[in-house]
Antibody
Framework: EVQLVESGGDLVQRGGSLRLSCAAS????????INWVRQAPGQGLEWIAY????????AYADSVKGRFTISRDNAKNSVFLQMSSLRAEDTAVYYC???????????WGQGTLVTVSS | QSALTQPASVSGSPGQSITISCTGT?????????VSWFQQHPGKAPKVMIY???VRPSGVSNRFSGSKSGDTASLTISGLQAEDEADYYC??????????FGGGTKLTVL
C-alpha cells in the first residue's frame, strides 16, 4: 500500500523553528516529486513547496520562501520541511503527498498540526 | 501567486448534476492542461478526483468529470449522492513552476 506519514508537528513560539518529516512507503520513493501543502484551521489548501527526485529542482510559495527549506533523503524514503522564523499565520495542518505527474497529488498523508503561539 | 477563483458554495438535490467552476489566468489554468480537483470530507485528508483536466484516477466514480475552456476549469458531478457532500478544491500548475489552489467550494446535498 502506498503511504505517506507526516510527523514533527508541535506547539512552537513565534519566531521559533520546527522540522517536519514525511516518511514514504509502498512505492519507489526515489522516482517521485514530493510536495507539502498546508491548511490553516477552517481555511482552504495552500501549496507550500515541492522537491523533485534528484533534489536539484525545488520550488517554494512566496509566503514561505526564505523561511522554509525542503529536502529529501532517498535512502531513508523521507522528505523534510525545515521551518524557521515561524509566524502565527503558519499555524496549520501540514500534508505531504506524492506527485504522480503535475499536480496529480496522490496519495496524501494524514497531516501533522503545527501551532505557532504568539 | 493569486489563488484560483471558485464559488464559495454550491448545492443540489440527490440525483441532480452540479458544476463547480475554477477560474485562473493565462499563466496557470489557461496555459497548461495540468488542473486537478480534490475532494475533502471534514477531518480527512484531500483525495484527488480529477487530474490533467479530464482524467479520473482508478477507483473514482464516473459521475465525476472535468473540463476546461480558456482560463476556466470545471468539475461536474452527476447523479448527486449524499456522500458527495464535501469541500472541493481545484489546483493548477503555473508558468512560474509553482502550484496554485482555488479557495475551495462547499458542496451541500439537499
Amino acid at each position: 500500500e502506498v503511504q505517506l506519514v507526516e510527523s514533527g508537528g508541535d506547539l512552537v513560539q513565534r519566531g521559533g523553528s520546527l522540522r517536519l518529516s514525511c516518511a514514504a512507503s509502498g512505492f519507489t520513493f526515489s522516482c517521485c516529486t514530493i510536495n507539502w501543502v498546508r491548511q490553516a484551521p477552517g481555511q482552504g489548501l495552500e501549496w507550500i513547496a515541492y522537491i523533485k527526485s534528484d533534489s536539484r529542482t525545488i520550488a517554494y510559495a512566496d509566503s514561505v520562501k526564505g523561511r522554509f527549506t525542503i529536502s529529501r533523503d532517498n535512502a531513508k524514503n523521507s522528505v523534510f520541511l525545515q521551518m524557521s522564523s515561524l509566524r502565527a499565520e503558519d499555524t496549520a495542518v501540514y500534508y505531504c503527498m506524492r506527485d504522480r505527474g503535475y499536480v496529480f497529488f496522490d496519495p496524501w498523508g494524514q497531516g501533522t498540526l503545527v501551532t505557532v503561539s504568539s | 501567486q493569486s489563488a484560483l477563483t471558485q464559488p464559495a458554495s454550491v448545492s443540489g438535490s440527490p440525483g441532480q448534476s452540479i458544476t463547480i467552476s475554477c477560474t485562473g489566468t493565462s499563466s496557470d489554468v489557461g496555459y497548461y492542461n495540468y488542473v486537478s480537483w480534490f475532494q475533502q470530507h471534514p477531518g480527512k485528508a484531500p483525495k484527488v478526483m480529477i487530474y490533467d483536466v479530464t482524467v479520473r484516477p482508478s477507483g473514482v466514480s464516473n459521475r465525476f468529470s472535468g473540463s476546461k475552456s480558456g482560463d476556466t476549469a470545471s468539475l461536474t458531478i452527476s447523479g448527486l449522492q449524499a456522500e458527495d457532500e464535501a469541500d472541493y478544491y481545484c489546483s493548477s500548475y503555473t508558468t512560474s513552476s509553482t502550484v496554485v489552489f482555488g479557495g475551495g467550494t462547499k458542496l451541500t446535498v439537499l
